[in-house]
């Protein structure tokens, strides 16, 4: 990759898009993605391994993450072959998705999603009618696209009757706002949607059978935290390198963020092989994303206190630019409720890792 293109996890979205259109164009933005979809075919270990390359040269996330991540798997198990004509405008950033779940009030407690959509005519044949509201969607200012949940039937059970939508962002009907951050970042958006209409070739998968379209992509996205651990593992070496010449106190901090990322990335090899070997890894996925957004804050918190005062005044610091260490301390604020919460993922953990009776 071109040097001018590392920008690591702090660059902006013109950087990632940047990235993103270079990997597309020798065909490794999306290396687990199958070879007739545009991808290298490559298993999840070899992907993992792929990502902690990446990690280790500064290359920045690709700036359609979730296109890439969550919603082109979803588009290729239950896309039909117009939907999936999406997918190689995924793979080079001229499509970015983002993904309309969380609303106010239903954030953690997903299927108590609100937002409505009604048959455009005498059916859901004639189309949709959507009305609603999402908030915390990441990349929604950017995106062009959305993969959207919302509830058509509205007297069936709460995890019955939700169905998944393809909204184009520049639909009649479409507004959304940023929603600015510590970091001085919008990364995410509220998406408000008033008489939304799309056509009935919009609804993927099956029409009030969206939960399980979901539990699927949700499964994809916890398997990219995987990926996420391996970056998490190399950040923490290059600190550790970084502040060799610390007192020992400091030290020693250093060096426990380093060994908890260390026990992170094994446990996220421990967890490919059970999949491999055709065990259900739900719960341990959970445990993993419960210990990276964990680890990830110490981790950025650990830095700063090492650097100290001059971290937030502009003075220069061990290790990385006070910028980027002050940067990424109010970005980690995020890191224990993207992809589930920490109390919703102790429940899963208690559950399905533990074997604890639900409360």
């Known amino acids: 990759m071109p040097d001018d293109l590392r920008r690591g996890p702090a660059a902006d979205f013109d950087e990632m898009l940047a990235a993103q259109r270079w990997l597309a164009s020798v065909g490794w933005v999306a290396p687990g993605w199958p070879v007739e979809h545009g991808g290298r075919g490559l298993g999840v270990a070899d992907r993992i391994a792929c990502d902690a390359e990446y990690a280790a040269a500064d290359v920045p996330l690709p700036a ?3 296109g890439l991540a969550n919603v082109g798997p979803a588009l290729m198990e239950f896309g039909t072959p117009e939907q999936q004509a999406h997918l190689p405008r995924i793979l080079d950033g001229s499509e970015i998705w983002c993904q309309g ?4 009030g239903a954030g953690s407690d997903l299927a108590g999603l609100r937002t409505r959509a009604r ?3 005498e059916s859901f044949d004639d189309g949709f009618v959507i009305d609603g509201q999402k908030v915390w969607t990441s990349h929604g200012m950017h995106a062009t696209h959305c993969m959207l ?15 998944v939508l393809l909204v184009p962002m520049d639909a009649p009907g479409v507004e959304r706002r940023p929603i600015r951050m ?21 609804l993927l998968g099956p029409l009030h059978g969206g939960w399980g379209v979901t539990v699927r992509t949700l499964v994809h996205e916890r398997t990219g935290v995987l990926s996420r651990a391996a970056e998490l593992e190399n950040r923490a070496r290059q600190v550790a390198l970084a502040t060799a010449d610390l007192d020992p ?12 990322a260390r026990v992170l990335g094994q446990l996220g090899q421990a967890t490919l092989a059970r999949g491999e070997a055709g065990h259900d890894t739900a719960g341990l996925q959970a445990l993993i994303k419960l210990s990276w957004g ?17 971290a937030t005044v502009g003075s220069a610091g061990p290790g990385a630019a006070p910028s980027d260490l002050a940067w990424r301390w109010l970005n980690t604020r995020a890191s224990t409720i993207a992809a589930g919460t920490t109390e919703v993922l102790k429940d899963l953990v208690a559950e399905r890792v533990l074997g604890l009776p639900r409360s």
């Open 64 to 66: 359609g993450i979730l």
């Open 101 to 104: 779940f969380s609303e106010p």
């Open 119 to 121: 048959p455009a005519g």
């Open 149 to 163: 949940l919302v509830r058509t039937d509205p007297d069936a059970p709460k995890h019955k009757g939700i169905s």
């Open 182 to 202: 510590i970091s001085g970042d919008s990364e995410f958006a509220e998406v408000f949607l008033t008489g939304v209409r799309v056509p009935a070739s919009a």
């Open 249 to 260: 106190l400091d030290r020693d901090e250093v060096v426990r963020r380093y060994v908890e």
């Open 294 to 310: 964990l680890t990830d804050r110490a981790l950025a918190e650990t830095a700063l206190d090492v650097v100290g005062l001059p």
